[in-house]
C-alpha cells in the first residue's frame, strides 16, 4: 500500500513538473545551459588532455633536484615537476665542414671527414674527468636492448653509457669507419621500410633531424651537423660546467652566441599506441553504433534529428557536469578520460529519454501540449524512477568494492546519472514540449484546409460524425490523416538517401578523406612540407615539434614508402665502376656546377634548442629501446654544447675511401624530383585506393544495415507465386496446399453483415440478399429471398439472373477452382454501374408502400429482364444510367403487393429497408433493419418466423444470446428482446414455402415450433447519441456510444449496471467475453480495460492517433487496431504496450483472434496471420485474383479455426491449417 | 512542399523492384549462413580486440613490431572464438524455439550494442583496473557477468546455457593449458585465471544476444518480404 502511494505520489510530482517545463520552456532551458556551464566551469582548470610532452626552464646556475613533496609558494611550477627526472640528457652539437672547399674534393668528402671526427671527440668526452669523477659514473647506464630489436645490436650500446652519436653505426671505432667503403649505405641500411611512426635510428644517432645532417651527396650548403648525446643519471654542475669548457677550448666556435643559462624538463604524458588505441577506437564504435539504434526509435515527433541531438547533448552534458562536479568537490579524475567515457555513456544511456518521448508522443494527440507533456511523465514516472534506483543501487554495490578504479568510476557514474536525471527532467522534457508544441501546429496548418469548419481541438472534444450508416470501419478514411505522418513512415532507404542528402554526408566522407590524405602526405614528407612546416611552428609555438599534430591514428593504417628509404637507394648501385685513372680525369675534366665557396660555419639562435625539431617522440623512442618508459616522467635537457670543427681539404683529401672516388656524377636534382613524385604518385594511388575502399564499405554496410523496408507501402503489390512462400524464423515454411480460401460466392454486391454461430454462417449484402452457408463445407444452404420468385428484385435485374440457378450456382461455384457460369457478363455489368450502390442503400424504409404502381413496376420488370436476356453480351443497354434507375427503383418497391396472395404480409420480410444488423443463434438469423424492424428467418428453410415492428428507429445492432434478442437503434434507445418457442398448435403463422423438407432439420428449432418476439424491455435513453457498438457475452449487454460512454447492462433484467466514463471520444469498439474482459476502444484512441464486476476503471492507455477500430483480447494480452493502420498489442494486467505491428496504408481494420498465439488480420485482398509472442507475419494468405481494390473489412474466427471474411461481393472461407494450431 | 515529394519518391521506390540480396537472405540454408559468417566475423574480432587489451596489460611501451607479433602469436585463438560465437549465437535463437520460450526482453540493436559495449567494458576492467587480490577480481567479474546477464537476457535458459558453456570453456582452456599450448603469466586457478569462466559466461550471453537478434532481424527481412508481397 506504501508503494502505491508512493507511486502516486511520484506519478503527481511528475505530472506537476511536466506542467511546468511546458508552460515555461525558455526559462527553463535557460535556467539548464546556465546550470550546465556552471558545473562545467572547473573543467577549465584541468589540463587539456593530449599525450603531447609540456615543457618547463629553469635556470641552471640554481638548479637543484625538485623535492617530491612541492611547496605550493611556487605557482608557475607544474605539479609533475617533482623528484629527479629520468635523465639529463647533454647534447654536444658539433657542426663541421671542409673549409676551404676546393673543386678537386669529391662530394663523399663534404661529410667522411667532419663524420671521422666523432671518434676524436667522443673519446675526448669518455675521457673528461673532473675532480676524479668520470662519464662512467655519472651517465645513466643502461643495460640489454628490448629483445625485438636484435637487429639494433650493433648500433646502440648495450651495458654502458648511454651515449649515442653517428660514431655508434661503426661500433664507435675509428678502423671500421675508415674501411667503410659506402658511409651513406651504412647509414641508411638501419632506416625502416615503410612509414614509421617513431623516431628513425639515423635521427636518434645524428639527434638532428635528417634533412638537416648535411650527410648526403647533394649537400649545398657542405656543413654537417650532428650531436653526441649523453644522457646522465645524476647532475653534476661542475663536471658538466667542466667539459663544457674543455671542448669549448679545444673546438672553440667563433661568434657562438648560444644562451646556455637554460635548462628544459620536458615531461612526457601516457603514451597510447596503437595497441591500446585499437580497443579504445572499438569501444567508441560500439558506443556510436549504440546512440545511432537508439535515437533511431525516436519516431512521431516533428523533428526527429533535432530530439535525437538533444538526447546526446543530455549525455553528453549530464557527462560534463559529473567531471565537473568531482573536480569542484576535489577529486581530480585519475582515469583516462577518453576510455572510460564510451562505458559511463552506456551506463547512463539514452533509455528513459527515449521512454520519455515515447510516452508523452502517444498520450492523446487532442489534448493540449502542457498536458500531454504532464500526462507523458507521469505515466512513466514510476518506471523512470524505478530503473533509476536500481542503477544507484548497482553503482553502489560496485562502490563498495573499494577497487580505487571502480570506486573512481562508481563516483562519475552516479554523479553522471544524477546529472543526466536532471537534465532529462529539465532540458530534455523542455525541448520536447518544444517539439510537441511545433509539430501541433504543422498538423494544424495541414489540416485546417480540410477540415477548416472544425473547431479547434479541446480536451475532449465532441466529434461531429455522420449519423446515419452503421458503424464499420471503412479503412478508407485513412487518407485523411495520412499525410500528416507520411514523412515518419518513409521507407529506410529513402530515408538513409535523404539524410545523406540533408548532410551532405558524403561530401563530408570525402573531404575528411581528404584531408587525412593530406596529412599523410605531410608525413611522409615527399615534398619537404614537413620541414617547412615543423620549422615554421617551432618558431611560433613553445613546445617546438610538440605542437604538431600527431598522425597516431591515421599513420600506421596506410603503408606507404618512406621517402628517405626510397631516397637511400640512390648512391647504392653502381652501374660502372670506373677505373681509378678515369675517374680522376673525369672528375678533372668535369665542369663545375656549383661554383666554389668555402662552407661558412654558422651558430644561431635556431641551433639552441636542436631538440625541438626532432620528433617528441625522440627522447620515449630513445628510452623504450632500453625498456625504460618515459610516460608520466620527465627528462631535463641540459643546454647544448657547440663544438666547430674546421676541417683541411687536405685532410679530407686523406681520410678518404679508396672507393669514394668511385662514385658517379651526383645525378640531378631532377631524378630525385622524380623519385619524390613517385612517392607522390604511390601516396596518391593509396589514397584513392583507401578512398575506393570506403566507399564499398559504406556501400556494404548500407546494404547489411538497410535492406528491409525495401519499398514499404508499396501500392502494387506483386502476386506472390508459388513455391515463393516465406519460411519463418526458424525455417518453419507452412505448406501452401493448406492455406488456400475457399470463395462463397453468389452475393451480387458488397457483403454489408455477416454473422456466424459456427456451424452456419449468414451474410447479408447490399442488395439485401441474405445468404446463409455452410460454416464447415462452403455449401450455400439458403438464399433469403428466395429470387426464384422473382418478387424481391429491388435493385436490379441480374437478381433474377441469379435467381435461375441459385442452389446451384452456390454449390457449383464453391467447389475449387471456382467455375462460374456466368461469368462474362456480371463484372461488366458492375463495372457499369458503380452508381447504384448509394442508391440501394438509401433508406426507404420511411416510403409507404404504393399498391398503385405495383403492376407496372412488375411490367418494367419483366421487359428488363428480356432485354438481359436478348443483350446478353452488351448489358449496357438494358441499363440506363442512374435517374432512370431510381425511377425503377420506385416501381420495383411496387413489386411487394404482387407477392402470391396467399403469403400475408407480415410474414413477408421487409425488403426495402436495408439490413443494418445481424445476428445467428441456432438456425436463427435475427436481422435488425433500417426501418426499425426485427425479423428472425429460419436459416435452414429461408422463412421469416417472426418479425416485430416496435421499434421506428433504425436498428444499428443486434446481440442474441440465449433467448434474448437485444437491439440498438439509431435514437440511443436499446430494446430487449424475448424470443420465445411454443410448440405449434396449428400452422397458422408457419408459411414456409414447400418442397424443402429434405433440408436437415435444425440443432435448436423445429420448423413446426412457433416462435414468437416479444419485447420485453425499451430502454428509450440508454443514451445521449446513436449507440455504435454493441456486444453481449456472459450475462451483460454492453454498449458503446458517441456519447463517449460505455454502458453495462444485465442481460435477464435489462437493467443498467453500470456507466463507464472514461473516453473522450466516441466509442468505436467494445471487446466482452465469457470471462467478463471488457475493453473498449474510442476515437480518441484510448483503450479502456473495465472490470465488469465493479465497474471501475482497471487500465486506460493511448494507443492510436486516431479511431481505435478494433479490439480483441486473448489470456494475456490486448490486441487493437487503429486507424493509423498500426496493430497495437498490450499486455493486459499491465497496460503496457509490448509492441506494435505497422501495416500498410489502408488495409482493413478486422482483427480476429485464433488461438492464444495466433492472430488474424485483414488487409488490401489479403488475411495475415500473425504470431503473438513474436509479432512475426506467419503467412499472408490472398483471397482473389483481383483483389487490389478490395479490403477486409470483417472477419469472423469460426470455433473449428477458419476464419470467414467478407471481401467485395465474395465471402472467403479460409481453413487454418492444423500446423499453425501447433504453435501454441 | 517537402512532403509531397517525400512521398512521390517513396512511390518511386516502392515500385523499384527487389533486389537478389532479399531474394537471397529469406533462403533458410542462406539465412543460417549469413548469420554464423557475421557472428563468426564478430567472434574474431572482438577476440582480437580483447586479446589486444589482455597483451596490453604486461606492456608499457610498444615496440614498432608488436602488432605483428599480436596477429603471428596466437593465429588460432580468433578462429577458435569466431567458431564458438557463430555456434553459441546460432545455438540461443534454436534454443529458444525448443523451449518455446522465445526471448522477450527489449529485442533491439541498442541494447545489444549496450550489452557489447559492457562486455568490452568487463574485459577492459579485467585488463585494466588494479585490484588488491585475485579473490576480489574474480568476485567483481562474476556480479558484473551476472549483472549483464540480468540487465541483458534475464532468461532461465540463456543463464544455464551461458554457465554450461562457460564450465566447458574453462575445462577446455585448462586442458590448452595443461598440455602446454600456450600458459598464463600467473595462475590462480589451477593453471588459468580464475576470472576466466566469468569472461566466458559474459561472452556467452553477449554473442547469444547477437544471435538472438540477428536471427530476429533475418527473420523481419523476409517477413518484410512476404509482407510486400
Given at each position: ?741 475457399l470463395?462463397l ?11 456466424s454461430?459456427g456451424m452456419l454462417l449468414a ?8 445468404r446463409v452457408w455452410d460454416a464447415q463445407t462452403g455449401d450455400c444452404l439458403t ?27 452456390c454449390e457449383?461455384?464453391n ?108 438456425n ?15 436459416a435452414v ?58 433440408l436437415p ?197 469460426l470455433?473449428n479455426?477458419a476464419?470467414v ?8 472461407l ?11 | ?229
Open positions: 500500500m506504501p508503494l502505491k502511494r508512493l507511486r502516486q505520489n511520484i506519478s503527481a510530482a511528475f505530472y506537476r513538473h511536466g506542467l511546468l517545463c511546458a508552460s515555461y520552456p525558455v526559462p527553463i532551458i535557460l535556467f539548464t545551459s546556465a546550470s550546465i556551464l556552471t558545473c562545467c566551469y572547473p573543467l577549465l582548470k584541468l589540463p587539456l588532455p593530449g599525450t603531447g610532452p609540456v615543457e618547463f626552464t629553469t635556470g641552471v646556475r640554481d638548479y637543484s633536484i625538485p623535492s617530491h613533496e612541492s611547496p605550493g609558494d611556487l605557482s608557475e611550477r607544474p605539479d609533475w615537476y617533482q623528484g629527479p627526472p629520468v635523465a639529463y640528457i647533454q647534447q654536444v652539437l658539433v657542426k663541421a665542414a671542409v673549409s676551404p672547399w676546393d673543386n678537386s674534393l669529391v662530394p663523399v668528402d663534404v661529410f667522411r671527414s667532419p663524420l671521422g671526427r666523432v671518434f676524436s671527440v667522443l673519446e675526448e668526452i669518455r675521457n673528461h674527468v673532473y675532480t676524479d669523477r668520470s662519464l662512467e659514473a655519472l651517465c645513466l647506464q643502461v643495460t640489454d636492448l628490448l629483445p625485438g630489436l636484435r637487429r639494433m645490436q650493433a648500433v646502440l650500446p648495450e651495458h654502458g653509457c648511454l651515449l649515442v652519436s653517428p660514431g655508434n653505426y661503426w661500433q664507435n671505432r675509428r678502423d671500421l669507419f675508415d674501411a667503410d667503403p659506402d658511409l651513406l649505405k651504412t647509414v641508411h641500411q638501419h632506416e625502416p621500410k615503410g612509414l614509421h611512426t617513431s623516431a628513425t635510428l639515423k635521427d636518434l644517432l645524428f639527434g638532428v633531424p635528417g634533412k638537416q645532417t648535411g650527410v648526403s651527396l647533394y649537400n649545398k650548403k657542405r656543413v654537417v651537423t650532428y650531436t653526441i648525446t649523453i644522457a646522465l643519471s645524476s647532475y653534476d654542475a661542475r663536471f658538466v660546467a667542466s667539459l663544457r669548457a674543455r671542448l669549448k677550448q679545444l673546438h672553440p666556435s667563433a661568434n657562438c652566441t648560444l644562451r646556455e643559462d637554460h635548462m628544459v624538463h620536458v615531461h612526457f604524458k601516457e603514451e597510447i599506441g596503437i595497441a591500446e588505441l585499437i580497443p579504445l577506437v572499438t569501444t567508441y564504435i560500439i558506443l556510436f553504433a549504440y546512440i545511432y539504434f537508439s535515437t533511431r526509435k525516436i519516431d512521431m515527433v516533428k523533428s526527429k534529428w533535432g530530439l535525437a541531438l538533444a538526447a546526446v547533448v543530455t549525455v553528453l552534458s549530464s557527462l560534463l557536469m559529473s567531471v565537473g562536479l568531482c573536480t569542484l568537490f576535489g577529486l581530480t579524475p585519475t582515469l583516462n578520460g577518453g576510455e572510460i567515457f564510451p562505458y559511463l555513456v552506456v551506463v547512463i544511456g539514452l533509455e528513459n529519454v527515449l521512454v520519455l518521448t515515447k510516452s508523452v508522443v502517444s498520450t492523446p494527440v487532442d489534448l493540449e501540449v502542457k498536458l500531454r507533456i504532464a500526462q507523458g511523465l507521469s505515466n512513466e514516472s514510476w518506471s523512470i524512477m524505478k530503473n533509476m534506483a536500481t542503477e544507484l543501487c548497482i553503482i553502489l554495490i560496485g562502490y563498495f568494492t573499494f577497487v580505487p578504479a571502480i570506486q573512481e568510476f562508481c563516483l562519475f557514474a552516479v554523479v553522471g546519472l544524477v546529472s543526466d536525471f536532471f537534465l532529462q527532467m529539465f532540458f530534455f522534457t523542455t525541448v520536447l514540449s518544444i517539439d510537441i508544441r511545433r509539430m501541433e501546429l504543422a498538423d494544424l496548418n495541414r489540416r485546417l484546409p480540410a477540415e477548416a469548419g472544425m473547431p479547434p481541438p479541446k480536451p475532449g472534444p465532441l466529434r461531429p460524425r455522420e449519423t446515419p450508416p452503421p458503424p464499420r470501419p471503412s479503412p478508407h478514411t485513412i487518407t485523411l490523416q495520412a499525410p500528416a505522418f507520411r514523412n515518419l513512415r518513409l521507407p529506410k532507404r529513402l530515408r538513409v538517401v535523404y539524410f545523406l542528402a540533408r548532410t551532405r554526408l558524403a561530401q563530408r566522407i570525402i573531404m575528411v578523406g581528404t584531408v587525412i590524405w593530406i596529412g599523410i602526405l605531410v608525413y611522409t614528407d615527399p615534398a619537404g612540407l614537413r620541414t617547412l612546416l615543423a620549422a615554421q611552428v617551432s618558431e611560433q609555438s613553445p613546445l617546438g615539434e610538440a605542437g604538431l599534430p600527431p598522425h597516431l591514428g591515421v599513420a600506421p593504417v596506410f603503408p606507404g614508402r618512406d621517402p628517405t628509404s626510397t631516397l637511400s637507394v640512390l648512391p647504392a648501385p653502381e652501374p660502372t665502376p670506373l677505373p681509378e685513372n678515369q675517374s680522376q680525369g673525369h672528375r678533372a675534366a668535369r665542369p663545375e656546377v656549383v661554383p666554389v665557396s668555402s662552407p661558412q660555419i654558422t651558430w644561431g639562435p635556431e641551433d639552441e634548442e636542436l631538440w625541438r625539431r626532432l620528433s617528441f617522440r625522440h627522447w620515449p623512442a630513445l628510452f623504450s629501446y632500453y625498456n625504460i618508459t618515459l610516460a608520466k616522467r620527465y627528462i631535463s635537457i641540459l643546454p647544448v654544447i657547440p663544438v666547430t670543427l674546421h676541417l683541411s681539404p687536405q685532410e679530407a683529401i686523406d681520410t678518404r675511401h679508396p672507393q669514394d672516388t668511385h662514385h658517379a656524377p651526383p645525378p640531378s636534382i631532377k631524378t630525385s624530383d622524380l623519385q619524390a613524385d613517385l612517392t607522390l604518385y604511390k601516396v596518391a594511388a593509396l589514397g584513392l585506393f583507401a578512398g575506393v575502399v570506403l566507399v564499398l564499405l559504406l556501400f556494404c554496410l548500407y546494404r547489411v544495415l538497410c535492406p528491409r523496408n525495401y519499398g514499404q507501402n508499396g501500392v502494387p503489390h506483386g502476386r506472390r507465386r508459388r513455391g515463393d512462400l516465406p519460411c519463418d524464423e526458424y525455417g518453419y515454411s507452412p505448406p501452401i496446399s493448406e492455406i488456400s480460401p470463395l460466392r453468389g452475393h451480387s454486391m458488397d457483403i454489408e453483415c455477416l454473422a454461430d451474410s447479408c449484402c447490399l442488395a439485401r440478399q441474405i438464399v433469403i429471398p428466395n429470387n426464384g420468385l422473382r418478387r424481391s428484385s429491388s435493385s436490379g435485374c441480374w437478381e433474377h439472373r441469379d435467381g435461375w440457378d441459385h442452389i446451384g450456382a457449383a461455384e467447389i475449387f477452382p471456382i467455375r462460374r457460369r456466368t461469368t462474362p457478363a456480371r463484372p461488366a455489368l458492375f463495372g457499369d454501374q458503380p452508381d447504384l450502390t448509394p442508391l440501394i442503400d438509401t433508406n426507404f424504409g420511411s416510403l409507404p408502400p404504393s399498391q398503385t404502381l405495383s403492376s407496372s413496376g412488375f411490367d418494367f420488370g419483366g421487359l428488363v429482364e428480356k432485354a438481359y436476356q436478348e443483350h446478353e453480351t452488351s448489358p449496357t443497354l438494358a441499363f440506363p444510367p442512374s435517374p432512370p434507375a431510381s425511377q425503377q427503383r420506385r416501381r420495383s418497391l411496387g413489386d411487394q403487393p404482387v407477392l402470391p396472395p396467399e403469403l400475408p404480409p407480415q410474414n413477408n420480410g421487409d425488403w426495402d429497408s436495408s439490413v443494418w444488423a445481424m445476428e445467428l443463434r441456432g436463427l438469423i435475427a436481422t435488425g433493419r433500417s426501418s426499425g424492424k426485427l425479423e428472425l428467418w429460419d428453410e429461408g422463412s421469416l418466423r417472426c418479425s416485430n415492428e416496435d421499434g421506428v428507429s433504425g436498428i444499428t445492432a443486434l446481440a442474441f444470446l440465449n433467448n434474448r434478442i437485444v437491439a440498438a437503434r439509431l435514437n440511443g434507445s436499446l430494446d430487449f428482446f424475448t424470443v420465445e418457442i411454443t410448440k405449434p398448435l396449428g400452422l397458422l403463422q408457419y408459411r414456409g414455402p414447400p418442397g424443402r423438407g429434405s432439420p435444425s440443432p435448436c428449432y423445429s420448423s413446426e415450433d412457433v416462435i414468437s418476439c416479444q419485447l420485453t424491455r425499451s430502454v428509450q435513453c440508454a443514451h445521449q447519441k446513436q449507440i455504435t457498438v454493441l456486444k453481449a457475452a456472459a450475462g451483460r449487454v454492453v454498449t458503446g456510444s458517441q456519447d463517449h460512454t460505455v454502458r453495462v447492462y444485465r442481460l435477464e433484467d435489462s437493467c443498467c449496471l453500470f456507466t463507464l466514463q472514461g473516453h473522450s471520444g466516441g466509442i468505436t469498439a467494445i471487446y466482452i467475453d465469457q470471462t467478463m474482459v471488457l475493453a473498449s476502444g474510442g476515437q480518441d484512441g484510448t483503450i479502456c480495460v473495465w472490470d465488469v464486476l465493479t465497474g471501475s476503471r482497471v487500465s486506460h492507455v493511448y494507443g492510436h492517433r486516431g479511431d481505435v477500430t478494433s479490439l480483441v483480447c486473448t489470456t494475456s494480452c490486448i490486441i487493437s487496431s487503429g486507424l493509423d493502420d498500426l496493430i497495437c498489442i498490450w499486455d493486459r494486467s499491465t497496460g503496457i504496450k509490448l509492441y506494435s505491428i505497422q501495416q500498410e496504408v489502408g488495409c482493413g481494420a478486422s482483427l480476429g483472434v485464433i488461438s492464444e498465439s495466433l492472430l488474424v488480420t485483414g488487409g488490401q485482398g489479403c488475411v495475415s496471420f500473425w504470431d503473438l509472442n513474436y509479432g512475426d507475419l506467419l503467412q499472408t494468405v490472398y483471397l482473389g485474383q483481383s483483389s487490389e481494390g478490395q479490403s477486409v473489412r470483417q472477419l469472423l474466427v470455433d479455426a476464419i471474411c467478407d471481401f467485395g461481393n465474395e465471402l472467403s479460409v481453413y487454418v491449417p492444423s500446423v499453425l494450431e501447433k504453435l501454441d | 512542399d517537402d512532403d509531397s515529394t517525400e512521398f512521390n519518391d517513396e512511390l518511386g521506390g516502392a515500385l523499384m523492384r527487389r533486389g537478389p540480396y532479399i531474394s537471397m537472405i529469406t533462403n533458410r540454408t542462406m539465412n543460417v549462413l549469413i548469420r554464423a559468417a557475421m557472428l563468426f566475423m564478430v567472434g574474431v574480432f572482438l577476440a582480437l580486440v580483447l586479446n589486444l587489451l589482455q597483451v596490453q596489460r604486461n606492456v608499457t611501451l610498444f615496440p614498432p613490431d608488436v602488432i605483428s607479433s599480436i596477429f603471428s602469436s596466437a593465429w588460432w585463438v580468433p578462429p577458435c572464438c569466431g567458431t564458438a560465437a557463430a555456434l553459441i549465437g546460432l545455438l540461443y535463437p534454436c534454443m529458444d524455439r525448443r523451449l518455446g520460450e522465445p526471448h522477450k526482453l527489449k529485442r533491439e540493436w541498442s541494447n545489444v550494442m549496450r550489452c557489447v559495449a559492457v562486455f568490452v567494458g568487463i574485459n577492459h576492467a579485467s585488463a585494466k583496473v588494479d585490484f588488491a587480490n585475485n579473490v576480489q577480481l574474480s568476485l567483481t567479474l562474476a556480479a558484473l557477468s551476472v549483472g549483464l546477464w540480468w540487465t541483458f537476457d534475464r532468461s532461465r535458459s540463456g543463464f544455464g546455457l551461458g554457465v554450461v558453456i562457460a564450465i566447458l570453456a574453462t575445462l577446455a582452456t585448462q586442458l590448452l593449458v595443461y598440455n602446454g599450448v600456450f600458459q598464463y603469466t600467473s595462475p590462480d586457478f589451477l593453471y588459468i585465471r580464475s576470472w576466466l569462466p566469468c569472461i566466458f559466461f559474459a561472452g556467452v550471453i553477449t554473442v547469444g544476444n547477437i544471435g538472438r537478434q540477428l536471427a530476429l532481424y533475418e527473420y523481419k527481412v523476409s517477413q518484410e518480404k512476404t509482407h510486400q508481397d
